[in-house]
């Protein structure tokens, strides 16, 4: 059913939806209302969960990982400094293989307080072995986060969907609320393929020498390569019950874009707008969204970017002593092709300033204007100070 | 979609998910001090001069097995009931219990398990050695005769005991009173001695020729005719009527003679015969006073036995020798010159001199003699020095090259004249003679040591016939090698006794009987030195769990293959039944 | 010793725990006391050694290891994930050493005692970050020597009371255990299993490399540590009920601190000092638990 209601909500639905055992969650803002959402759920019995109400992030994820390690379906949600706090587990989620679920707000990094859109948080954590989604709008959030537990649940890997500070998780839409039937026949109960079992004793997690350590982290790149096929298998499956689909990326006018921008999050609905008015302009510009950051889809990428004359990646992140991170994945892919068009790279909106269509327009004519790129990076909108 | 069995061949699962046992790690590898299980000798167990096993009776004890406990004894000592009446019992001076709290009460435990075999009509199995043919003469079936012939009648020798009386028992039958030893006890025991296979011949003395006819049947001879005459005061008036030998006073009573006293008697002794004379007359109506040359603590008789006829009214006079015996009517008058110490003798007793003062007059009914016994007949004693005679702690064996060999044991020949003593000189008489018959004179005095309890001279029947206590270590454990951290204090139990008023008027027994559980409660205070109670401590704190419960007599092992040699077993074994040492490699 | 009936092994020969190690004799009866329907969550401490590399694993019931800091909150993750399954039986248990509880995993038990979580948590307490190379913890007591205290840098600090501070949270169960009263413990374990909510137990366990005692010493030198008083066996309910488990015969401090090498360089001085820092700790224990010293 339709409803017109707050990425937050849009989260919290789906989490509903996945019918989630064990929420453990640690509130930072702009992560709050997802949280306060979920406990009411749980309080009035909508959610058949328990809440955890852990005392750090960092207690949040790792009261998670004991959950999931005795094989119930589980959700937590966090931001910026609190996403921080959970790194070193982060990556202990993937290690043990826990298909845990995250709703990830992308929010600045302190100090300097500041809790608006900055996709750093999250693609600083992009080493840990978390399948990332980046989404555009509430009803991608909603659906992601159901996808997100098939996924998972098939690759044993956690995922996390990220969402922009108060752009996406504030923001009210028209999301469809799907019945919990066709939910159900899409999202099968949560079987774990291993458990901590007094009936079938084990140890998990313990010392690994150098003779076996290597082979399950193989073992890990392995199962983040098959997850780039199952996701698609899974997009499937969902198109075929509720009739949306995402795509790893998302091409937007690009088969004979001669520039071709690179967006994701909420600045993808912006650039969209600014695509169409520059086409109608006769400008030759396409827009690749970009979902799916890990597994990072090399091969779509390539094959979406290398006709293009020249790529102009928008960052809201940036990775100090190198560039924005979407850049460095891009050139990254495009590296080993035969021939491709340089990547321009633009920082903007960090910190939640806003990234208007002058400034993709901006963007835009730097790039025509330019045969190759003057810096590697360029940041946008920089003020005198 | 890729079925589930699809994706977990494309998807594998190798994640650290641990489910093997440890056990292919054999830890014992790191070892480079070894714990072993080694019992070793509880001091109670050495100091008693029977050998004892106190530690294993004790332990017995606390398991209910009263009739292990028994016969645990019986290997040593075929007279516990006896013994667990009147032995002095040197075993609880040793006792380390004592130096946490108070020794443990093993005479009347002996006592009790004496009597709790006697009651239940327990009938022993104790180890025989198949029939030898030699054949052993006793002469006397006192203790020490009737040990000689227990223990060699156990090593497989046919005895015969030659008793004068009409009963057998010796001084246990006709001289310590009844208050110290019921008949009925003695005769129960003597019945089990029998029971064995012993003859015992009463009526029947022994003539001098008899030694050197003997050899025609019996391939030695034992004297244990123990010392039945008492010496002679060597001062005027020694031969009246008014001074009796104090052994044959006992003797008249113990044969049933009806006799009554009424005023002052006066007993010229210091040791047990002079006590025992004391505390009879005081029963039979005298009034008793001891009259003893030396000091209180200089006299032989055992302590307890002073305490108690201190305590039924018995007067001592102690720095008093007898000077001269006078008729006074219908009285007498002892003559008592006052002594008094000069130094030390050669045997840590005071020397005596005489006091500067006047001689003292005691007028008594009666005087009973009691200063010391020899043999009746001369040739009882054992010879002197010679060669070819082995002297040994308790006995002298006369091997000769025609007739029987001739072995001296019990009064005859022990320092200490007491019943344990005695048993040990049967035992070791009958040791030897062993020794003797297998390997010749020669091999006697250095194969004995084999069989010492510690460092000797108490001598084990059970490690001479290579029984379970033989793999024990000869270190006797002291007080410092217990964990007493195991233990808590704990008064030692009181026998019950009878009121002084009741002692006086009756022969009854005096010490009475104590239950099973008062029993077994004493029994747990004792540490068991050296020995292996089994109470699992070992087993619980090793953090390898490395030693296993199993069947085997010692209840569990080592397991070597994963044992690392951290001690803690050996620290923690409350009685030191276990030794560390370096590995060998 | 009544513990005959406790035959049952769930721990297995041929582990890698120091030879002497009071954290293995803890754990073997630790869960002798509870049986095999426990699920242990493992922080970092010289136990994940223990436990086995993979793949094999010294105990016989599910464990999971988890980050340094993260005891009590993992154990609360199981626990919920139990409580969802409808599974009444299994005991959750958090096995950690000192520095997981005392320090870096401190936030994470306060958390999760805050929040009343029905779980046992044990602290095996060596007295420092053994695991790692005998660094100092707020465990460890006054006048020892670590590798991160060393010559005259002797820790001058007190050890942290982390039974009043869990007694300060209302805890439902808290008390102090020692390898050298293994009837004391498998008691207090066997409680612990019986109440609903948080419990606590604090166990003292002697560790020979880092103390710098002989191996052998290790069940006689915990004792003492209670017959000393330093190390008193208690209880308390609800945090406010104490009850003193054992009165001991009061030997001085000194008899504690002569056969470990941790201590020998302390003088007859500091030793008076810490008797009386340990005689004031007692006397107040006494008034809590309404006796008088």
Not at chain 2, 502 to 531: H, M, P, Q, W, Y
Request: hydrophobic share 40%; net charge negative; proline share 5%.
């Amino acid at each position: 059913m339709k409803r017109v209601v707050e990425g937050s909500q849009a989260v919290a639905e789906a989490v509903r939806l996945a019918k989630v055992n064990v929420i453990s969650a640690y509130p930072i803002t702009p992560q709050t209302h997802i949280v306060e959402f979920l406990s009411e759920y749980c309080a009035n019995g909508t959610l058949n969960a328990r809440f955890l109400r852990v005392e750090s992030e960092h207690s949040a994820l790792a009261a998670l990982i004991g959950t999931a390690s005795t094989g119930i379906r589980s959700f937590t949600a966090t931001s910026g400094q609190g996403l921080a706090l959970m790194h070193e587990l982060l990556h202990w989620a993937s290690g043990a293989r826990l298909p845990i679920v995250m709703a990830e707000v992308n929010r600045a990094l302190a100090p300097g307080w500041n809790i608006w859109i900055d996709q750093t948080d999250s693609l600083a954590q992009r080493d840990t072995g978390w399948i990332q989604m980046y989404c555009e709008h509430g009803q991608e959030v909603l659906d992601s986060i159901i996808q997100a537990y098939r996924l998972g649940e098939l690759v044993n890997l956690p995922v996390m969907v990220v969402l922009d500070a108060f752009y996406l998780s504030h923001t009210y839409e028209p999301v469809d609320i799907p019945d919990q039937e066709p939910v159900d026949r899409f999202l099968p109960p949560y079987e774990p393929k291993f458990q901590l079992d007094t009936e079938d004793p084990c140890d998990l997690g313990s010392l690994v020498t150098p003779n076996a350590y290597m082979e399950m982290r193989h073992n890990i790149a392995v199962a983040m390569e098959e997850a780039l096929f199952l996701f698609q298998d899974v997009e499937n499956e969902f198109k075929a019950i509720f009739d949306r689909r995402y795509g790893a990326i998302e091409p937007v006018a690009c088969d004979d874009a001669e520039i071709i921008l690179v967006t994701s999050g909420t600045v993808t609905s912006t650039c969209r707008q600014v695509v169409d008015d520059l086409r109608s302009q006769g400008e030759r510009v396409g827009l690749l969204k970009v979902k799916l950051f890990r597994p990072f889809p090399v091969d779509l990428i390539r094959q979406n970017l290398t006709s293009a004359k020249k790529i102009a990646v928008i960052d809201r992140n940036f990775s100090f002593g190198a560039s924005g991170i979407f850049a460095q994945e891009i050139r990254a892919a495009l590296c080993n092709t035969h021939k491709h068009p340089p990547v321009f790279g633009y920082i903007a909106g960090l910190g939640g300033r806003d990234v208007t269509e002058d400034v993709l327009e901006e963007i835009y004519w730097n790039t025509k204007n330019n045969e190759v790129p003057e810096k590697e990076s360029i940041w946008m909108g920089l003020q005198e100070v | 979609m890729a079925d589930q069995e699809e994706i977990k061949s494309k998807v594998p699962l190798l994640i650290p998910r641990s489910c093997e046992s440890t056990l292919s790690n054999m830890t014992g590898s790191w070892r480079f001090l070894k714990p072993r299980y080694e019992e070793k000798t509880a001091p109670c167990s050495s100091a008693c001069p029977a050998g004892e096993d106190i530690g294993r009776i004790e332990m017995l004890t606390t398991q209910g097995l009263f009739k292990e406990a028994w016969e645990t004894i019986l290997r040593e000592n075929p007279f516990p009931a006896v013994c667990g009446r009147v032995c002095f019992h040197p075993c609880e001076d040793r006792c380390n219990r004592g130096d946490f709290d108070e020794a443990i009460a093993i005479h009347t435990l002996e006592r009790f398990l004496a009597d709790a075999a006697s009651r239940n009509e327990f009938k022993p199995s104790i180890e025989k050695l198949t029939l030898k043919k030699q054949k052993v003469a006793v002469v006397g079936a006192g203790p020490s005769g009737l040990a000689a012939a227990y223990f060699l009648t156990l090593l497989g020798y046919t005895c015969d005991v030659f008793e004068a009386m009409p009963e057998a028992g010796g001084v246990l039958r006709w001289g310590i009173p009844l208050y110290r030893l019921p008949v009925s006890v003695l005769r129960n025991e003597i019945a089990y001695i029998e029971s064995m296979g012993v003859r015992i011949h009463t009526g029947k003395r022994i003539s001098r020729s008899f030694l050197d006819e003997a050899h025609n049947q019996y391939s030695a001879v034992f004297m244990g005719c123990g010392h039945s005459r008492t010496r002679g005061l060597n001062i005027p008036g020694e031969n009246m009527d008014g001074l009796e030998d104090g052994i044959a006073f006992l003797g008249k009573i113990r044969q049933g003679e009806n006799l009554s006293f009424d005023g002052p008697i006066a007993v010229i002794g210091g040791g047990n015969t002079a006590v025992d004379v004391a505390r009879s007359v005081l029963r039979l109506g005298g009034k008793s006073i001891l009259v003893y040359r030396r000091r209180r603590q200089d006299m032989p008789a055992f302590d307890q036995e002073i305490k108690m006829a201190l305590e039924e009214g018995v007067e001592i006079r102690e720095l008093l020798a007898p000077v001269k015996i006078e008729k006074n009517g219908t009285e007498y008058t002892l003559t008592v010159q006052p002594m008094r110490v000069a130094g030390t003798d050669t045997d840590g007793r005071a020397a005596i001199e005489p006091r500067d003062e006047q001689n003292e007059e005691i007028i008594v009914q009666r005087i009973f003699k009691a200063i010391g016994e020899e043999a009746a007949e001369d040739w009882y004693n054992p010879p002197g020095e010679r060669e070819k005679i082995l002297t040994l702690d308790n006995s002298i064996i006369m091997p000769r090259s025609e007739g029987a060999v001739l072995v001296f044991g019990g009064d005859l020949t022990n320092q200490i004249k007491s019943v344990v003593h005695a048993v040990a000189s049967g035992k070791e008489a009958a040791i030897a003679l062993d020794i003797l018959f297998q390997e010749g004179s020669d091999a006697v005095e250095s194969r004995l040591k084999d069989y010492a309890v510690g460092n000797g001279p108490s001598l084990s029947m059970e490690i001479y016939m290579a029984g379970p206590r033989s793999e024990r270590e000869n270190h006797i454990v002291e007080y410092d090698e217990i964990n007493t951290d195991y233990f808590e204090l704990a008064p030692r139990v009181t026998q019950p006794r009878l009121l002084i008023e009741e002692r006086r008027k009756t022969f009854e027994e005096i010490d009475l009987k104590i239950s099973a559980n008062v029993a077994i409660k004493e029994a747990e205070r004792c540490f068991n030195c050296g020995l292996c109670n089994q109470c699992d401590n070992c087993y619980l704190f090793c953090p390898d769990i490395s030693i296993q419960k199993d069947n085997s007599p010692q209840g569990r092992h080592i397991n070597y293959d994963y044992c690392k040699g951290c001690g803690i077993c050996v620290v923690e074994c409350p009685r030191n039944a276990m030794a560390f040492e370096e590995e060998s490699t | 010793m009544e513990l005959r009936a406790f035959d049952q092994e769930y721990m297995s020969s041929g582990h890698v725990a120091c030879p002497g190690c009071g954290a293995a004799i803890a754990m073997r009866f630790f869960l002798k006391a509870l049986g095999d329907k426990v699920i242990i969550v493992l922080p970092a401490c010289c136990w994940s050694i223990i436990a086995g590399p993979y793949p094999q694993s010294t105990v016989k019931v599910p464990v999971i290891h988890s980050a340094f800091e993260t005891g009590g909150a993992v154990a609360s993750g199981v626990r919920a994930a139990l409580d969802m399954k409808g599974d009444t039986e299994t005991t959750v248990v958090t096995w950690a050493g000192d520095g997981g509880t005392f320090d870096i995993g401190f936030q994470a038990l306060s958390g999760a005692v805050e929040r009343n979580e029905d779980f046992i948590y044990v602290c095996y307490d060596n007295e420092a970050y053994m695991n790692t190379g005998i660094q100092r913890s707020s465990s460890t007591p006054y006048g020892a020597w670590t590798t991160t205290t060393p010559g005259d840098e002797w820790k001058k600090l007190r050890k942290k009371n982390i039974v009043e501070a869990l007694v300060a949270h209302r805890i439902p169960y808290a008390a102090t255990a020692n390898i050298a009263f293994p009837e004391d413990l498998v008691r207090k374990v066997k409680k612990a299993r019986s109440i609903k909510g948080s419990k606590f137990l604090h166990i003292f366990a002697s560790c020979p490399t880092g103390w710098r005692i002989p191996s052998e010493l290790s069940i006689k030198i915990a004792r003492i540590a209670v017959q000393t008083n330093i190390f008193p066996l208690y209880e308390v309910e609800d945090g406010l009920k104490y009850t003193i488990n054992y009165k001991p015969k009061e030997f001085p401090v000194s008899e504690y601190f002569k056969p470990q090498g941790r201590f020998q360089h302390l003088t007859d001085e500091d030793m008076k000092h810490i008797q009386e820092m340990v005689d004031e700790d007692w006397a107040l224990l006494l008034r809590k638990a309404g006796e008088h010293p």
